[in-house]
């Protein structure tokens, strides 16, 4: 889409476009608001390099006539190199040139005057178009870095296209769209596309086009999560709604709500340390509390205490603090929801989905969608969609040291 874009702008700004090319472009630019900005900024760099316009007109103005002393110093030096034939006298060194002579002369600077401006129209036309792809590239690199999907497409296999600008893409895991996307899926494939309006499976055998779903199923909701997953990255540090930055221990799950009765527990851990933990019930303050010893992130809850859960509609504090340095310790409450959800397992797919709808939940379960996130794989984890999922979460908890982390991986990939 780009590449053609590219194309069509620049016949058309040069006056080079068929009438197919002309009414092809105009229909991008009716469809996409931010090509006809883009389209508006390469029309005024265009008209900016009819500046070098005088140039060309003097490189190609006739030459002008050379000075009577530098005419005789030439005159001198060709007499030299090629002395004259047999019986013709060279003119005396002061002589004034004859109407002949300097008519040679004249003639031999016309034969060199075309390779100067041979050469220098050659030039001229390198700067142009250097600084025609210097535009070029630089309006293509502000539109990625200025450009967010407007959806996302999740498969757990094979038999998905995505067609782009003449292109197709196979979709596998998780596919970032882009409004002139069409997603083609084949007989018995289930995908799932979230947008601004939520989450959608589809079935195959289908196709559709983004534009169309876009316009008309799913208007702009304007959520953080949203925010986080389908704004600019040049925007989203605003969403960074309180600032705990500092906290020594920055706890991930079981954090605000959680569906689950044997939640993961998780927080920030530096290497080589270990850590000590306390679970108690605040509504049930003689229950014998949880308690570790000596333990490193992930804890697994069914494992570390077997046999014992929490209680639905619940509300717990969590203390840890590194082993031995209590002086460290890290306090929070949370609640147990009051219909328990499993936290499930699954492919990659499964858990971004399940973590999309806790952070999109009624309240929000950003630990439980921070215990899926965060365990999956370092290549899916550094996926688009998954450090936007992470700067959704970590922008409503307040962990600025995280937060920051994940929007710099965001902005740092070419996506």
């Known amino acids: 889409m780009e590449d053609e874009f590219d194309v069509l702008a620049v016949r058309v700004l040069a006056v080079e476009a068929t009438t197919d090319e002309l009414a092809r472009l105009q229909e991008m630019l009716d469809h996409d608001p931010a090509l006809r900005t883009q389209f508006a900024e390469l029309r005024a760099t265009w008209a900016g390099l009819k500046t070098a316009g005088p140039l060309a007109e003097a490189i190609n103005e006739k030459p002008m006539e050379p000075p009577p002393e530098r005419l005789r110093e030439w005159q001198k030096t060709l007499a030299t190199k090629f002395p004259l034939a047999p019986g013709r006298a060279a003119p005396p060194p002061q002589a004034q040139q004859t109407p002949s002579d300097q008519a040679g002369f004249r003639s031999l600077w016309s034969r060199l005057i075309p390779s100067r401006v041979a050469i220098g129209f050659a030039i001229g036309c390198l700067i142009a178009a250097a600084v025609t792809t210097t535009v070029l590239l630089s309006h293509r690199a502000a539109r990625r870095a200025d450009s967010a999907p407007v959806a996302y497409l999740l498969t757990s296999q094979g038999g998905a296209e995505v067609h782009r600008g003449g292109k197709r893409i196979a979709a596998k895991g998780i596919t970032p769209l882009a409004r002139q996307d069409e997603i083609i899926l084949l007989p018995r494939v289930s995908a799932v596309v979230i947008a601004s309006q939520g989450a959608k499976r589809v079935q195959g055998p289908q196709s559709f086009k983004m534009a169309q779903i876009a316009s008309r199923e799913w208007t702009t909701n304007e959520t953080l999560v949203n925010r986080a997953l389908f704004e600019p ?60 010893k000596d333990v490193a992130p992930p804890v697994d809850f069914s494992k570390a205490w077997p046999g014992r859960r929490l209680g639905a509609n619940g509300l717990y504090r969590l203390k840890i603090a590194e082993a031995g340095k209590p002086f460290t310790v890290t306090e929070l409450t949370f609640r147990t929801s009051s219909q328990p959800i499993a936290i499930p397992s699954g492919p990659p797919a499964e858990k971004l989905l399940s973590a999309y709808e806790m952070l999109t939940s009624d309240p929000p379960r950003v630990g439980d969608a921070l215990a899926q996130l965060l365990s999956l794989s370092p290549d899916i984890a550094s996926s688009q969609l998954v450090l936007r999922l992470k700067i959704a979460a970590f922008g409503q908890l307040g962990y600025k040291e995280d937060f920051d982390q994940a929007l710099a991986q965001l902005q740092n990939k070419n996506f």
């Open 233 to 292: 990255a040049k925007e989203i540090p605003g969403l960074l709604v309180v600032n705990r930055g500092g906290r020594s221990i920055r706890v991930y799950s079981p954090v605000g709500v959680t569906g689950s009765l044997t939640p993961p527990l998780l927080w920030s851990n530096e290497s080589g340390k270990t850590y000590d933990l306390w679970l108690t019930d605040e509504f049930n303050p003689q229950e014998r509390p949880f308690q570790l």
